[in-house]
């Protein structure tokens, strides 16, 4: 099941015992451009088991937040992330999972003072610092306990949002836990009322019949216990015997609902946002202090993780808002002074018109034609840097496109009073080029050699240039301009960085970037000593293969 990416909200399934993931998957096909086109491959063994192997892909395969550096087994639960696109697999369908609103009302009850649960508390742990240091315990429960810690200290480090870690989070609880049925409830923030957000059922091979349906039977809890768990802030174990008829007539407590039950609360400086309730019937499994202990662990650091998943969203909100804020001022200085161009040449065609002086009415509409192809660039800047797009490639000749955006620039070159020149590699074979991609890459790097060249006294070259060896095109733009300061050539290409004040936008570079990184090419600044400055970029001469894994967009952001 997809969590984040592209193809959120999809579930992907396959009969297959080999499973490519990836673009190029027929059987888990991808739109993430960020992923390879064969990125992962899921494999079942002879067990049933699925073995997860990654195919050297360059943006790598990450399982519960690890980088995969060998075959790994699949557990129920387990996320995968491949570039931008996270998955869930839940391959185990003896557990079955629940969460948010898809939990049915009546399926947890809180209040069980109407159904006449009898509850005793049997031990307990406070649940602070201290209880996440455990005393030695025998050797397997220490082996559990260390495994634990260690597979929630991985989910803690992917900072996943709160929903899904504690999804994450009863998952390992069931994998190494004895768990008939696990509920988390969170404290609702507007209301303070507790509210179950995970649930978690097992379905055991030779259930009874009442255990086997599709819907289990109700969880009950003690309102007492949760009370007391949330007040004392401290574990408990406890057990519990459901009364009713039966019991009184002299059947077996063991064929009744005497249950097992551990309650931890999930505290997060000084303050309970939660408790993890587990029970198991007794006639499978009974709980013990080791095992008290190992969840009130758990509910501590899952609290603290909550709270630093808060923080961090919080953090970002702001740096959201805070990046929009400074983008609308960049665009708004950009968009008035385009205003203010087209505002004063709408004067002088008034004015030509008025005096029927044609001059004075050419004149001006050249200033307005100047800043609508001002105004229509930065749309195109603002398109493409603003969504993936998956490039279309089609063998041509990159000297004629070259050759058709000098001739487009060679007027704003006139204007500027500098000489624009062009020397296309005869040898230059026909490449996979996505043509309005490499249009707008030669078009925003002639725009800023223009600006940046001295007006009277500006050279600007463009030369394209064939590797044989390598099997690379290359289209170099030098300018003699003064340029680029030293501090600023680590930011040239990040977005919104302009070295123009507010006479540009700082999306040109970043958008060339952008663009030829999606075609697998590479751009770069060269600085000679002599001054000026030249940009280089180099494109792939050959159809990258549907069958080489490292075929992305770069690393996931």
Same mark, same amino acid.
């Given at each position: 099941?997809v969590l984040q990416g592209p193809d959120k909200g999809r579930t992907l399934k396959t009969p297959d015992d080999v499973v490519l993931i990836g673009r190029g998957s027929e059987q888990v096909p991808l739109t993430d451009q960020t992923v390879s086109r064969r990125h992962a491959e899921l494999r079942r063994d002879e067990e049933g088991t699925w073995i997860i192997a990654d195919l050297h892909s360059a943006n790598g395969t990450y399982l519960n937040g690890v980088r995969l550096q060998k075959?790994?087994?699949?557990?129920?639960?387990?996320?995968?992330?491949?570039?931008?696109?996270?998955?869930?697999?839940?391959?185990?369908?003896?557990?079955?999972?629940?969460?948010?609103?898809? *939990?049915?009302?009546?399926?947890? +009850?809180?209040?069980?003072?109407?159904?006449?649960?009898?509850? +005793?508390?049997?031990?307990?742990? %406070?649940?602070?610092?201290?209880? #996440?240091?455990?005393?030695?315990?025998?050797?397997?429960?220490?082996?559990?306990?260390? &495994?634990?810690?260690?597979?929630?200290?991985?989910?803690?480090?992917?900072?996943?949002?709160?929903?899904?870690?504690?999804?994450?989070?009863?998952?390992?609880?069931?994998?190494e836990l004895d768990v008939d049925r696990g509920v988390i409830f969170v404290r609702d923030e507007a209301t303070q009322e507790l509210l179950p957000d995970v649930v978690r059922f097992r379905r055991r091979q030779g259930a009874d019949d009442e255990e086997s349906e599709d819907k289990p039977t109700s969880i009950m809890t003690s309102r007492t216990i949760i009370n007391h768990v949330i007040e004392s802030r401290e574990g408990v174990l406890c057990s519990n015997v459901v009364a009713d008829?039966?019991?009184? +007539?002299?059947?077996? #407590?063991?064929?009744?609902?005497?249950?097992?039950?551990?309650?931890? %609360?999930?505290?997060?400086?000084?303050?309970?946002?939660?408790? *993890?309730?587990?029970?198991?019937?007794?006639?499978?499994?009974?709980?013990?202090?080791?095992?008290?202990?190992?969840?009130?662990?758990?509910?501590?650091?899952?609290?603290?993780? *909550?709270?630093?998943?808060?923080?961090?969203?919080?953090?970002?909100?702001?740096?959201?808002?805070?990046?929009?804020?400074?983008?609308?001022?960049?665009?708004?200085?950009?968009? &008035?002074?385009?205003?203010?161009?087209?505002?004063?040449?709408?004067?002088?065609?008034?004015?030509?018109?008025?005096?029927?002086?044609?001059?004075?009415?050419?004149?001006?509409?050249?200033?307005?034609?100047?800043?609508?192809?001002?105004?229509?660039?930065?749309?195109?800047?603002?398109?493409?840097?603003?969504?993936?797009?998956?490039?279309?490639?089609?063998?041509?000749? *990159?000297?004629?496109?070259?050759?058709?955006?000098?001739?487009?620039?060679? &007027?704003?070159?006139?204007?500027?009073?500098?000489?624009?020149?062009?020397?296309?590699?005869?040898?230059?074979?026909?490449?996979?080029?996505?043509?309005?991609?490499?249009?707008?890459?030669?078009?925003?790097?002639?725009?800023?050699?223009?600006?940046?060249?001295? #007006?009277?006294?500006?050279?600007?070259?463009?030369?394209?240039?064939?590797?044989?060896?390598?099997?690379?095109?290359?289209?170099?733009?030098?300018?003699?301009?003064?340029?680029?300061?030293?501090?600023?050539?680590?930011?040239?290409?990040?977005?919104?960085?302009?070295?123009?004040?507010?006479?540009?936008?700082?999306?040109?570079?970043?958008?060339?970037? &952008?663009?030829?990184?999606?075609?697998?090419?590479?751009?770069?600044?060269?600085?000679?000593?002599?001054?000026?400055?030249?940009?280089?970029?180099?494109?792939?001469?050959? %159809?990258? +293969?549907?069958?080489?894994?490292?075929?992305?967009?770069?690393?996931?952001?």
């Amino acid at each position: 099941m997809v969590l984040q990416g592209p193809d959120k909200g999809r579930t992907l399934k396959t009969p297959d015992d080999v499973v490519l993931i990836g673009r190029g998957s027929e059987q888990v096909p991808l739109t993430d451009q960020t992923v390879s086109r064969r990125h992962a491959e899921l494999r079942r063994d002879e067990e049933g088991t699925w073995i997860i192997a990654d195919l050297h892909s360059a943006n790598g395969t990450y399982l519960n937040g690890v980088r995969l550096q060998k075959n790994a087994r699949l557990k129920h639960g387990d996320q995968i992330r491949v570039g931008s696109t996270l998955m869930v697999y839940a391959g185990d369908e003896s557990v079955h999972q629940l969460t948010g609103k898809s *939990i049915p009302m009546d399926l947890v +009850s809180l209040d069980a003072g109407q159904l006449a649960v009898d509850s +005793s508390i049997m031990a307990s742990v %406070p649940s602070n610092e201290d209880s #996440v240091i455990m005393a030695a315990p025998e050797t397997a429960y220490a082996v559990k306990a260390w &495994k634990v810690m260690r597979e929630l200290t991985d989910v803690i480090g992917t900072l996943l949002q709160p929903e899904q870690l504690l999804a994450r989070v009863m998952d390992i609880i069931f994998e190494e836990l004895d768990v008939d049925r696990g509920v988390i409830f969170v404290r609702d923030e507007a209301t303070q009322e507790l509210l179950p957000d995970v649930v978690r059922f097992r379905r055991r091979q030779g259930a009874d019949d009442e255990e086997s349906e599709d819907k289990p039977t109700s969880i009950m809890t003690s309102r007492t216990i949760i009370n007391h768990v949330i007040e004392s802030r401290e574990g408990v174990l406890c057990s519990n015997v459901v009364a009713d008829e039966r019991f009184r +007539s002299g059947k077996s #407590v063991q064929n009744l609902g005497m249950r097992s039950v551990i309650v931890a %609360p999930i505290v997060a400086r000084e303050q309970i946002l939660g408790v *993890i309730h587990l029970d198991s019937t007794v006639t499978r499994h009974t709980y013990n202090e080791y095992e008290l202990r190992l969840l009130t662990a758990i509910g501590y650091q899952t609290g603290l993780a *909550i709270e630093n998943a808060r923080l961090v969203q919080s953090h970002l909100e702001r740096e959201r808002l805070a990046a929009a804020g400074e983008t609308v001022a960049y665009l708004s200085h950009y968009i &008035k002074n385009i205003l203010q161009g087209m505002r004063s040449g709408a004067d002088l065609i008034e004015r030509g018109l008025d005096r029927r002086d044609f001059a004075v009415t050419t004149q001006g509409w050249r200033i307005v034609e100047r800043n609508l192809n001002r105004c229509y660039n930065l749309m195109l800047n603002m398109l493409a840097f603003s969504k993936q797009r998956e490039p279309r490639l089609v063998m041509m000749q *990159i000297n004629k496109l070259v050759d058709d955006v000098v001739e487009l620039m060679q &007027k704003p070159a006139d204007d500027a009073q500098a000489v624009l020149l062009a020397e296309l590699d005869d040898a230059m074979p026909p490449i996979p080029l996505d043509s309005n991609g490499v249009h707008q890459v030669v078009l925003n790097l002639l725009e800023n050699a223009i600006d940046a060249v001295n #007006v009277g006294s500006g050279v600007i070259n463009v030369r394209t240039r064939y590797d044989a060896g390598r099997r690379m095109a290359e289209i170099v733009v030098v300018d003699n301009g003064p340029g680029v300061p030293e501090a600023e050539r680590s930011r040239i290409f990040e977005p919104f960085h302009s070295t123009k004040g507010h006479g540009g936008t700082g999306l040109g570079l970043a958008v060339a970037r &952008k663009i030829v990184t999606e075609m697998g090419g590479e751009i770069e600044l060269v600085c000679p000593r002599e001054g000026g400055a030249e940009f280089h970029v180099r494109l792939p001469a050959v %159809p990258r +293969s549907d069958s080489e894994s490292g075929a992305t967009l770069g690393p996931p952001a």
